[in-house]
């Protein structure tokens, strides 16, 4: 398997008609990673994904892969493909035939397809299901059988639009756990484009966060939770608090910020909300200026000096831990 070509994305743009749905990005994936791109609906993701896939032309900028540019390639000449979170398999063709159909448009003899096909299942654990018709597998073994289909070209890089969101929430995180053993076995790119900030977290080794057709922030999953760069990439991730202080907006961790008594912290509060979580107490603060702070506490930590509903309290934190924002 042909492995180890970056993909780059050069002032890549789409316009339909008046709007304006990818804005002039500019993106290097590096290759062998594990890529989310994320953001909030309608932010310009899934419009990425298919110019990357060739199921949609670039209104302007170009996609390059391998220092080759691709932007104009028909999808099965890229060097990509592309699994579709509806799955899309042929209904009237067994597993095996689904996995090997891109084998028989290219003239691929049936006995070789067939092997491949068996390879492919094999990969994603679906070998005794070879047979059976789509309708007859659940949605997390259709799902095995779109990325056996996927991969059976002996792509550079995988597309991946919304991969779980179809999936219940147990199999959603085991299947999850899968595509990122996959990932790490093929040592392909994959680029996996969600809404959900945990789902970035828990797979990427890069995110990539889109808000209004451009690129907010990108860099190690890590990094982009740790040290939000805006506001907006602050309140997606979650977990943070915005705080505007004299000189200027900051993030801080939830959990980063220290409960005092009253005036002996950096900001005063109120407590306004008390929520037991088990493993931590997530303590709502109305703090001065009518902003709201969110402090998380280990459980031992809060019982020892339990905060009720409407006590005053301070909130503090250690400077290093600030982030402070663009505007
Ligand atoms: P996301 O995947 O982040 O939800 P999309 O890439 O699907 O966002 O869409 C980005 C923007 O482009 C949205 O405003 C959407 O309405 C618009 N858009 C997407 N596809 C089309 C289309 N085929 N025709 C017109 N507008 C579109």
């Known amino acids: 398997m042909k492995t180890g070509q970056d993909l780059e994305l050069v002032s890549l743009t789409k316009r339909y008609g008046e709007a ?19 953001g909030p609906s309608g932010c310009g993701k899934s419009t990425t994904l298919r ?8 209104t302007e900028g170009s996609i390059v892969l391998g220092g080759a540019d691709v932007s104009w390639l028909p999808p099965a000449r890229r060097g990509t493909a592309m699994m579709f979170q509806n799955y899309a398999l042929f209904p009237h063709l067994s597993v095996s035939d689904n ?10 003899d049936a006995a070789t397809r067939r092997t491949r096909a068996g390879e492919m299942l094999e990969l994603v654990h679906m070998s ?12 997390g073994q259709q799902q095995r059988v779109a990325l056996a289909r996927a991969l059976i070209t002996n792509p550079q890089v995988l597309l991946l639009d919304e991969p779980l969101s179809a999936l219940d929430p ?21 680029i996996h484009v969600t809404h959900g900030q945990d789902e970035a977290l828990a797979l990427a080794d890069e995110i990539v966060v889109m808000n209004n057709a451009v690129i907010e922030q990108a860099g190690p999953a890590r990094e982009v939770f740790n040290a939000p760069r805006t506001e907006f990439v602050a309140r997606f991730m979650g977990g943070h608090n915005v705080i505007a202080l004299p000189q ?4 801080i961790r939830s959990d980063k910020v220290a409960l005092t008594e009253a005036a002996a912290g950096r900001l005063d509060g109120q407590v306004t909300g008390v929520e037991y979580q088990g ?4 303590l709502t603060v109305r703090a001065a200026g009518d902003q709201e702070v969110t402090a998380i506490l280990p459980e ?12 005053d309290v301070g909130l503090s934190w250690d400077d290093a831990a600030l982030h402070p924002l663009a505007v």
């Open 248 to 251: 200027g907006h900051f993030a």
């Open 128 to 139: 005794q299901f070879a047979d059976r018709l789509p309708d007859q597998l659940s949605g």
């Open 51 to 58: 110019m990357i896939a060739g199921h949609e032309d670039p």
């Open 170 to 190: 147990f199999l959603r995180i085991r299947m999850r756990a899968e595509l990122k053993r996959l990932q790490q076995e093929l040592g392909i790119t994959f």
């Open 99 to 108: 996995v090997s159909f891109s084998l028989k448009m290219k003239g691929v």
């Open 279 to 282: 493993a931590h107490v997530v």
């Open 300 to 311: 031992e930590k809060f019982f020892e000096n339990p905060m009720p509903q409407g006590a």
């Open 20 to 38: 304006l749905a990818v804005d002039g990005i500019n993106h290097h994936f590096r290759a062998g990673s594990y890529a989310c791109l994320l």
